[in-house]
């Protein structure tokens, strides 16, 4: 069998992980802090907090924005489902919206017709690396007065027409052991909101602003050094994985659109040419 999605750990995520074990600083350390600001600058955001899961950081994302019971999310039903556990989570309701049947991502132009009084944000899912339709996306919420939040769990380093997906609202990142780019388990929240990443940072440690005060009701959903120090060497090798994927799935693509009645997915353009 081959496998999908094979992690890759080389030597140099193993030796600083040992570097993290020598320093003694396993929690919440400077890798974590350093991890955060690498990958803000990776999604072009301000703020970056890392969490246990992608899970966790979709969790978080829904009540650093306060949305909570009697409150509706719409998203879309083709996705992990983690992208609508998220809402059940804060004690909303997720409604789904039908998928763009050649990109699989959300449909916008069937977004309106399931927004009601109580809808508070739109999940859009950009899956496999897809982006979504994000300019008819960003036009709706801010007609409407929505938050966006992204799932961004499989979709490190993607782009909309050149911007990266994740710097449209708040987003969340898995870096599960199956995905791009991994730090075994983790996850990250990213955002322009000061506010909102604020919450976000409470909600991941207990309410914590500093030791043994609790100001808020919180979780913990903190992320490790360990993790983070993966997620360093990952991060740096990232670009290059994206391309020999995109280069594969070009290939793939290619030879299996040759045979008769194989439908394969399409690329929401600007399309990679592996050849340029
Ligand atoms: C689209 C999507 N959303 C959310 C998640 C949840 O991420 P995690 O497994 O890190 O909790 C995943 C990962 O499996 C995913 O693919």
């Known amino acids: 069998m081959i496998p999908i999605a094979k992690p890759i750990i080389g030597e140099e995520e193993k030796e600083a992980i040992l570097e993290v074990i020598a320093s003694g600083q396993l929690v919440q350390g400077t890798k974590v ?12 955001v301000e703020y970056a907090v890392a969490t246990s899961s992608g899970t966790t950081a979709l969790h978080i994302a829904m009540l650093a ?53 109580k809808t508070k944000a739109i999940i859009p899912v950009h899956l496999y690396g897809q982006a979504c339709d994000m300019d008819a996306i960003a036009e709706i919420a801010e007609k409407r007065h929505l938050a966006i939040i992204e799932d961004a769990c499989q979709a490190h380093g993607a782009t909309y027409k050149g911007r990266p997906v994740g710097s449209f609202g708040t987003a969340c990142y898995s870096l599960y052991a199956t995905k791009n780019m991994t730090t075994i ?3 990250m929240l990213v955002t322009n909101d000061a506010e909102v990443a604020e919450r976000a940072r409470l909600l ?14 919180g979780y913990n959903m903190r992320m490790t050094d360990l993790t983070a120090a993966i997620g360093l060497v990952q991060l740096d090798k990232l670009a290059g ?24 997915p399409k690329i929401r353009p600007p399309i990679y040419d592996p050849h340029t």
């Open 33 to 44: 802090h350093e991890f955060e600001e690498r990958f803000a600058e990776l999604c072009g």
């Open 65 to 117: 924005h306060q949305i909570g019971p009697s409150d509706e999310v719409v998203t879309s039903p083709f996705s992990f489902i983690a992208s609508a556990n998220c809402a059940l989570y804060a004690g909303a309701r997720p409604v789904f919206v039908d998928i763009e049947p050649d990109f699989f991502t959300i449909d916008p132009a069937k977004i309106e017709e399931h927004i009601t009084p």
């Open 185 to 187: 388990e983790g996850g």
């Open 204 to 217: 991941r440690n207990h309410g914590s602003p500093k030791t043994y005060q609790h100001v808020m009701l």
């Open 241 to 264: 994985w994206n391309s020999i994927r995109q280069a594969n799935a070009a290939y793939l693509t290619e030879k299996l659109s040759a045979i008769e009645g194989v439908v394969t």
